[in-house]
């Protein structure tokens, strides 16, 4: 059972729909709303500097409709797709939705769709994760059912992968996909690595450039840095910072 609210996010752009959303949101004791946008640019946006556990967003919007905003996610949470439009459920699944709530729904949908949500969480939290520290620069991830050596001084950066990490290593074409959350991987690693996104913990001796609002890794690899870590890393710019 899974022993921690669950964040979400609302997303629709009828503002009676939304307020709807809202409201059933606030009547389940295991759900915290984090934000709620009335519309998927509105979401993206706020994504950039929060992490949720879970959307529940309307499919048919203006600008960004919700199916073509969750495919554009790096790194979607679970999703519920909610719409009065039956045809897209097929497509909804299709993305692997959680679940996907026919409007006009009820509380008791609701609910169910958010019972279905926990359960996946629990899943994927018994599947625990293994971060074993060992001496000096070296941890050990598991990943799948394999428990691998890892040189921290190695590590290039790390990405998140809704409840996943994939971690980058020096010299390796793959990540290692580990389950574990950004959050512990943050606590771990020494202080010459950054968060500098919601998705993005960097080695800084392994940054090339640094490009307006993006950090450069190589010539492959090109990082954004979202508005909630600003300032700290260019604080850490500004330290180091030689020139007029």
Known sequence: MLNRKIT??????????????????????FLKLTAQCCSALEARSILEDVTVDAIFCDINMPDLGGMEFVKSLAVPPLIVFTTAYSEYAVEGFRVNAVDYLLKPFGLQEFQRAANRLRERLATNSSESPTLFASQGDILFLKSDSRILKVSIPDIRYVEAMSEYLKVWIEGEPKPIITLLSMKKMEEYLPSCFMRIHRSFIINLNKIREVNKNRVIMDADTCLPIGDLYKETFQEYIDTRFFGK
């Open 8 to 29: 979400c996010l609302a997303i629709d752009d009828e503002p009676l729909a939304l307020r709807q959303l809202v409201g059933y949101i606030r009547k389940v004791p």
